[in-house]
Each structure stands twice: as structure tokens, then as C-alpha cells.
């Protein structure tokens, strides 16, 4: 009768059960990073919504009020700057920031500047067109 040999078996199963499980954790933790960054820019871009709605916002508030930065008379499209700090960089560099143009600290660190852009005054529907854009950094 042959016999066969097992003693060397149960290395092998311990090695190929340690490879799978090693496999399943890599990428279990790719999974979860890769879900982590998405939320970091999900989170980075309801920021830059916010900073957008608010920057319209202080322009209705501004033009309901007639403050006289924001007030050109009509026919005149205008942009006004609110930077998180003076840069640089246009256009939040020290010179561009005084009046009417600003800084808030309190913005995001991610939010870099919100421009303002206020069309013409329509006179036929008694309105102006304003637009936000955000400068931020996704990453």
C-alpha cells in the first residue's frame, strides 16, 4: 500500500487563506478611501454653492438698499469681488480689495473668491441679471 505524505499541506491552506484575506482587505481600504475622497469633494462643492448663493444674496441686499457700491444707474453691468483673503493674485490682490470690492474670513478654506456680476438694469421688467462664480479648489 502507498502512502501519501500530508505533513506539508496545511502551510499551503494557511498561505492560500492568508493571500485571500489579505486581497479582500486591500480592497476594502481602496474602497473605503476612494469613498472618503468623493465625500471630501461632494463636501468641497456644497461649499462653493453656499458662497455662490450668498454672494447673490449680499447683491440683492445691497441693490434693494441702494448702496451706492453697488448702484451704477441703469444700462451698466458691474462685478464686485468678495475674496476669503487679500492674495497675489488677481483678482483678490490688496489694490482690487478696497471698496466695493471685500474680503470675509469667514469663508471655507477651500472658497478662494466668489465674483459678482450684475447685468443692466431692465427697465421693461424692472429686474437685473445677477451671476455667481466661484473660485475653489476641489481637491
Known sequence: MITVNRKGVAIYLVLVVLIVVVIFSNAIISFISSQSQLT?????????FYAANA???LAMANLQANDVNWTTGTGNTFTRVICRQATGVFPCTSAN???PNMTDSEFPLSINYVQITVGPYDSALGRRQLNATVNYTAR
Open 55 to 57: 454672494g447673490i444674496r
Open 40 to 48: 471630501y469633494k461632494q463636501i468641497r462643492h456644497v461649499s462653493a
Open 97 to 99: 480689495l478696497g471698496a
